[in-house]
């Protein structure tokens, strides 16, 4: 647990002051503990470490820590895309949660992203659901639309709402009731070989600055090198795809309805309009006509771009800060010259914001995990520990735990988070941390509608499979995407 | 004492209706009661989820709603998949997938059974090593074929570009015209050794002396194969065609892991489709429609797997 220093306590006592007065008056006092405004690299740098916080402590507050009860919790775990850094982080936060809370019987279960919802909702369909669930921020809206969820807010669990990013709250949101707490946030980043980028005549040390120099750099590494130059994702049920592919879809004007207007009303469906078209006609070109990408992208996930890119393969790929880490782990795997080979693509690894538009707008998905309570009528035996269900959530989305989870991929959904000396260490260990971080502000999130998982994770990757495979032109496949959003927004069989 | 009269048992065998019938269940009670266990169960694990999907397959499940939030549309679920372009192209795929996987699985399976049917130095580890694609996890056979296929590193598209037969790896699975033949490939691969076991146990029956007799006749080898080999093969190789196409009509694991479908449906069968729909999107009701269409094709194909095992029970019977 954390060790409260002087300085800490009096900046401690202050917050709690201010915490208190927010929670006395939310709207007319609640601030962020983060001045969002002022949000860059060195905003991040400056405020990282300058705060203390005791989370058994806080905890205790919620529920006592010598509280006997027993917890089911399912949550999206690491898996094989992930740092083993990041594996270690997850299997202390049990070991303390179990040491914080002796009493409390932990039945945990990881899944991965891609299986997770699959079983999550056929688990609710036989009432066999756990007491507590951390699902990706596609889902909640899904869960909560449909009953399943309890109410559930920062408030809850000691914190307030304005800890956590406005944009993250909207994906717990679902009429106007909070179903869920953010326990991380990401953005993405833009990440290229700069050895690759100079062999094949680009200057090593700039990225591309728009998506149509994506195309361009693309080919000029596929015709000059021989190997991939863009790693495209294009893969059905898979949550790589949109994270990949939706940044380039909003940079171009695009969207699947207006999800990427400061007020989304998610009446219109835009995905058949002319920038949404621009935007597939880029996939298209890169995958059809130049030839310059994975032809495993229809079938690829980005766990699959990483060895290509660390074998010096792929010369550019969006991804999250840990693949630099995760290009650490394979190569203390590697052997022979495989090994200098993979050290010379890690010494080359650079990062950079993802690239705007034709029209200088940049993008990028809004991504992270929510922690929810079920209603007891879908939870096996049809109680729920609440007390031990928002134990676990009081720690899992507390400043120090919400880091230390997000530590190589990500950034914690509690933005005093950022203020912990955690960051600060991770400032320094993390490389290219600056990057993503950057991208917070440009982040926007998925349409906070039930449908849409199936939107975002069959709907999308079809319009580009078809278009890619030439199974159907570049507007048809886009015609035929915003046919099928329009048929399931309209309950459609 | 009862006389029982050949009249009197014609009229007993020829009792219509249910006193017939319940007089019969309660002389043979014993044997119910024995059986009764296995029955409740299995009318809780098949007979109940039956009954479920069916009525299942008359509801609209919209995915912003509750299961038991449904309503009921009639048939239009099976309307719906009827007037459907992905239908009769997931149709298409499935009965290519059955018949090319069941096809080439038995004919190769066969041709194995036949080689090994004869005696050679080293036919023991062989026969071990052809089985191994059958008892390896379905799962990991999957992982290492999509391995294999990869588009960009694949050991097929590495030796091939190795020894300059191709400038750059075919694509197999990134593809729509190639992705269904190389998913049956591996299909063929996993499903051939259990065709074979079944005809090798089929061709020990195969009476020696009848081959021997038809030798000294002057039958060449191809007519001992045709005239007397065949003939008592028909009814192993009716029920590992039957099992075959069963097993392949209900295929998941191959192409769920290895394309999920894709790309494009080029590679959905039926219970990938059914699969993706309730689980991906869903969409319960269609999905159960869809499960109800499959379950009447399988029912079809099992009546005629039971009329084979009786065919043959007659047979050995009487023999």
Redesign the interface.
Same mark, same amino acid.
């Given at each position: 647990m954390t060790r409260i220093t002087l300085g800490g306590a009096v900046l401690r006592g202050t917050v709690s002051t201010a915490l208190m007065a927010s929670l006395m008056s939310a709207s007319a006092l609640g601030a962020p503990p983060v001045d969002l405004s002022k949000w860059s690299p060195e905003y991040v740098r400056s405020i990282a470490g300058t705060q203390d916080f005791d989370t058994a402590a806080d905890c205790a507050k919620v529920t006592p820590l010598d509280y006997k009860g027993r917890l089911t919790f399912w949550y999206q775990g690491v898996f094989e895309g992930d740092p083993d850094l990041l594996r270690q982080y997850y299997k202390d936060f049990f070991e303390t949660f179990r040491k914080t809370y002796p009493n409390i019987q932990l039945e945990e279960q990881a899944l991965t992203y891609n299986d997770l919802l699959?079983k999550f909702?056929?688990a609710l369909?036989g009432n066999a659901a756990p007491m507590a669930v951390r699902l990706q921020i596609l889902g909640g809206t899904?869960f909560a639309?449909?009953?399943?969820l309890q109410p559930l807010k920062p408030e809850d669990v000691g914190y307030s709402t304005e800890d956590f990013w406005p944009g993250a709250m909207k994906a717990v949101t679902w009429e106007g009731v909070t179903y869920g707490i953010p326990t991380n946030n990401e953005t993405m980043a833009f990440i290229w070989n700069a050895d690759i980028f100079k062999r094949a005549g680009l200057d090593p040390d700039k990225a591309p600055a728009t998506w149509d120099d994506v195309v361009k750099y693309s080919k000029q590494i596929h015709d000059k090198l021989g190997i991939?130059g863009y790693g495209l994702v294009?893969?059905?049920?898979?949550g790589n795809t949109p994270y990949r592919f939706m940044p380039q879809l909003w940079a171009y004007g695009g969207g699947v309805f207006d999800e990427a207007t400061a007020n989304p009303t998610y009446k219109k469906i835009e995905l058949d309009s002319p920038q949404s078209k621009a935007a597939l006609q880029a996939s298209y070109d890169m995958y059809v006509r130049d030839k310059s990408v994975?032809?495993?992208?229809?079938?690829n996930q980005q766990a699959d771009n990483q060895p !290509?890119f660390l074998?010096g393969?792929l010369g550019m790929m969006i991804s999250h800060p840990s693949d630099y880490n995760v290009m650490l782990d394979l190569q203390k795997k590697a052997t022979g010259t495989d090994k200098d080979k993979a050290q010379t693509v890690i010494d080359n690894m650079r990062y950079g914001l993802i690239p705007t538009g034709p029209d200088g707008k940049r993008a990028v998905v809004f991504g992270g995990s929510n922690i929810h309570i079920l209603k007891p009528e879908y939870v096996e035996g049809g109680k729920v520990d609440e007390p031990a269900a928002k134990a676990i959530i009081c720690m899992w989305t507390s400043p120090e735990w919400s880091l230390k989870m997000a530590y190589a991929g990500s950034n914690p959904g509690n933005l005093n988070g950022f203020k912990t000396k955690w960051m600060k260490e991770r400032l320094d260990n993390i490389k290219f941390l600056d990057v993503t971080t950057s991208m917070l502000p440009y982040g926007i999130p998925f349409p906070a509608l039930?449908?849409s998982p199936?939107i975002m994770?069959?709907i999308v990757?079809?319009m580009l499979?078809?278009a890619?495979? +030439?199974?159907?032109t570049v507007d048809q496949a886009a015609d035929d995407a915003a046919k099928k959003v329009k048929d !399931?927004m309209g +309950?459609g !069989? | 004492m009862t006389i029982v009269t050949g009249k009197t048992e014609a009229r007993a065998r020829l009792q219509p209706g249910w006193s017939g019938v319940l007089r019969k269940i309660w002389e043979h009670r014993a044997d119910y009661a024995y059986v009764l266990p296995a029955i409740i169960v299995m009318l809780i694990v098949i007979a109940y989820p039956i009954y479920y999907t069916i009525e299942l397959s008359f509801f =609209?499940t919209?995915?912003?709603?509750?299961?038991r939030d449904k309503n009921f549309?009639g048939v $239009? =679920?099976y309307t /719906?998949i009827l007037t459907s372009e992905v239908f009769w192209m997931v149709t298409w795929n499935t009965l290519i997938w059955t018949l090319a996987s069941t096809f080439f699985s038995f004919v190769l399976g066969f041709a194995t059974a036949l080689a090994l049917h004869r005696d050679f130095t080293g036919r023991g580890v062989l026969r071990a090593i052809l089985i191994i694609p059958w008892v390896i996890s379905a799962v990991a056979a999957s992982y290492i074929w999509?391995w294999i296929y990869? *588009? $960009?590193?694949g050991i097929i598209g590495a030796v091939l570009v190795g020894l300059g037969l191709a400038d750059r790896?075919p =694509?197999f699975?990134? *593809?729509?015209s190639t992705v269904l033949p190389s998913l049956i490939v591996v299909n063929i691969w996993r499903e051939f050794p259990f065709a074979m076991i079944m005809m090798m146990a089929g061709l020990q029956t195969v009476p020696d002396q009848l081959l021997r007799a038809a030798k000294v006749d002057g039958a060449n080898a191809w007519q001992r194969f045709w005239h007397v080999t065949f003939p008592h093969l028909r009814n192993v190789s009716t029920v590992t065609i039957l099992l075959l196409a069963v097993a392949n009509f209900n295929s998941f694991i191959i192409p769920w892991i290895?394309?999920?479908?894709?790309? *494009? =449906? /080029?590679s959905h069968i039926w219970i990938t489709h059914i699969y993706?729909l309730a689980?991906?999107?869903?969409?319960w009701?269609?999905a159960s429609a869809y499960s109800v269409l499959l379950f009447l094709i399988l029912m079809t194909l099992g009546y005629f797997y039971v009329r084979a095992l009786s065919g043959n029970e007659r047979k050995d019977g009487s023999a």
């Amino acid at each position: 647990m954390t060790r409260i220093t002087l300085g800490g306590a009096v900046l401690r006592g202050t917050v709690s002051t201010a915490l208190m007065a927010s929670l006395m008056s939310a709207s007319a006092l609640g601030a962020p503990p983060v001045d969002l405004s002022k949000w860059s690299p060195e905003y991040v740098r400056s405020i990282a470490g300058t705060q203390d916080f005791d989370t058994a402590a806080d905890c205790a507050k919620v529920t006592p820590l010598d509280y006997k009860g027993r917890l089911t919790f399912w949550y999206q775990g690491v898996f094989e895309g992930d740092p083993d850094l990041l594996r270690q982080y997850y299997k202390d936060f049990f070991e303390t949660f179990r040491k914080t809370y002796p009493n409390i019987q932990l039945e945990e279960q990881a899944l991965t992203y891609n299986d997770l919802l699959d079983k999550f909702r056929t688990a609710l369909l036989g009432n066999a659901a756990p007491m507590a669930v951390r699902l990706q921020i596609l889902g909640g809206t899904e869960f909560a639309s449909k009953g399943y969820l309890q109410p559930l807010k920062p408030e809850d669990v000691g914190y307030s709402t304005e800890d956590f990013w406005p944009g993250a709250m909207k994906a717990v949101t679902w009429e106007g009731v909070t179903y869920g707490i953010p326990t991380n946030n990401e953005t993405m980043a833009f990440i290229w070989n700069a050895d690759i980028f100079k062999r094949a005549g680009l200057d090593p040390d700039k990225a591309p600055a728009t998506w149509d120099d994506v195309v361009k750099y693309s080919k000029q590494i596929h015709d000059k090198l021989g190997i991939a130059g863009y790693g495209l994702v294009a893969r059905k049920n898979a949550g790589n795809t949109p994270y990949r592919f939706m940044p380039q879809l909003w940079a171009y004007g695009g969207g699947v309805f207006d999800e990427a207007t400061a007020n989304p009303t998610y009446k219109k469906i835009e995905l058949d309009s002319p920038q949404s078209k621009a935007a597939l006609q880029a996939s298209y070109d890169m995958y059809v006509r130049d030839k310059s990408v994975p032809v495993s992208a229809l079938t690829n996930q980005q766990a699959d771009n990483q060895p !290509l890119f660390l074998a010096g393969q792929l010369g550019m790929m969006i991804s999250h800060p840990s693949d630099y880490n995760v290009m650490l782990d394979l190569q203390k795997k590697a052997t022979g010259t495989d090994k200098d080979k993979a050290q010379t693509v890690i010494d080359n690894m650079r990062y950079g914001l993802i690239p705007t538009g034709p029209d200088g707008k940049r993008a990028v998905v809004f991504g992270g995990s929510n922690i929810h309570i079920l209603k007891p009528e879908y939870v096996e035996g049809g109680k729920v520990d609440e007390p031990a269900a928002k134990a676990i959530i009081c720690m899992w989305t507390s400043p120090e735990w919400s880091l230390k989870m997000a530590y190589a991929g990500s950034n914690p959904g509690n933005l005093n988070g950022f203020k912990t000396k955690w960051m600060k260490e991770r400032l320094d260990n993390i490389k290219f941390l600056d990057v993503t971080t950057s991208m917070l502000p440009y982040g926007i999130p998925f349409p906070a509608l039930p449908q849409s998982p199936e939107i975002m994770n069959i709907i999308v990757p079809d319009m580009l499979q078809n278009a890619l495979t +030439g199974a159907m032109t570049v507007d048809q496949a886009a015609d035929d995407a915003a046919k099928k959003v329009k048929d !399931l927004m309209g +309950g459609g !069989l | 004492m009862t006389i029982v009269t050949g009249k009197t048992e014609a009229r007993a065998r020829l009792q219509p209706g249910w006193s017939g019938v319940l007089r019969k269940i309660w002389e043979h009670r014993a044997d119910y009661a024995y059986v009764l266990p296995a029955i409740i169960v299995m009318l809780i694990v098949i007979a109940y989820p039956i009954y479920y999907t069916i009525e299942l397959s008359f509801f =609209n499940t919209p995915p912003g709603l509750q299961l038991r939030d449904k309503n009921f549309i009639g048939v $239009d =679920n099976y309307t /719906a998949i009827l007037t459907s372009e992905v239908f009769w192209m997931v149709t298409w795929n499935t009965l290519i997938w059955t018949l090319a996987s069941t096809f080439f699985s038995f004919v190769l399976g066969f041709a194995t059974a036949l080689a090994l049917h004869r005696d050679f130095t080293g036919r023991g580890v062989l026969r071990a090593i052809l089985i191994i694609p059958w008892v390896i996890s379905a799962v990991a056979a999957s992982y290492i074929w999509k391995w294999i296929y990869h *588009s $960009d590193f694949g050991i097929i598209g590495a030796v091939l570009v190795g020894l300059g037969l191709a400038d750059r790896p075919p =694509n197999f699975i990134d *593809s729509v015209s190639t992705v269904l033949p190389s998913l049956i490939v591996v299909n063929i691969w996993r499903e051939f050794p259990f065709a074979m076991i079944m005809m090798m146990a089929g061709l020990q029956t195969v009476p020696d002396q009848l081959l021997r007799a038809a030798k000294v006749d002057g039958a060449n080898a191809w007519q001992r194969f045709w005239h007397v080999t065949f003939p008592h093969l028909r009814n192993v190789s009716t029920v590992t065609i039957l099992l075959l196409a069963v097993a392949n009509f209900n295929s998941f694991i191959i192409p769920w892991i290895m394309t999920g479908g894709g790309p *494009s =449906n /080029a590679s959905h069968i039926w219970i990938t489709h059914i699969y993706e729909l309730a689980f991906g999107r869903q969409r319960w009701g269609v999905a159960s429609a869809y499960s109800v269409l499959l379950f009447l094709i399988l029912m079809t194909l099992g009546y005629f797997y039971v009329r084979a095992l009786s065919g043959n029970e007659r047979k050995d019977g009487s023999a």
